[in-house]
């Protein structure tokens, strides 16, 4: 038996369920208050590692390469 998941589309949050998705950003927000950037970033890139989204863990990572100077640096 394989282990492979097969993709099923994304839910759209914002279109399905306005309430959670706007309660889920103030909760963002407030978590993120007082922490670094890059240890936010950090986090939020090994909870897509322990979820398996690999889409989130590439959107991160884009995050990241966008945010950095060519040397590599912040």
Known sequence: ?????VPT????A????????LAM?????EANDGVEPKIA??????ASQINGCA???DSTRG???RSTTPDGST
């Open 1 to 5: 038996m394989s282990d492979y998941v």
């Open 9 to 12: 589309t994304r839910l759209n």
């Open 14 to 21: 914002k279109k399905e369920a306005p309430e959670a998705y």
């Open 25 to 29: 950003l103030g909760f963002a927000r």
């Open 41 to 46: 970033e950090l986090v939020k890139i090994r």
């Open 55 to 57: 889409f989130c863990v």
């Open 63 to 65: 995050m990241r390469r």
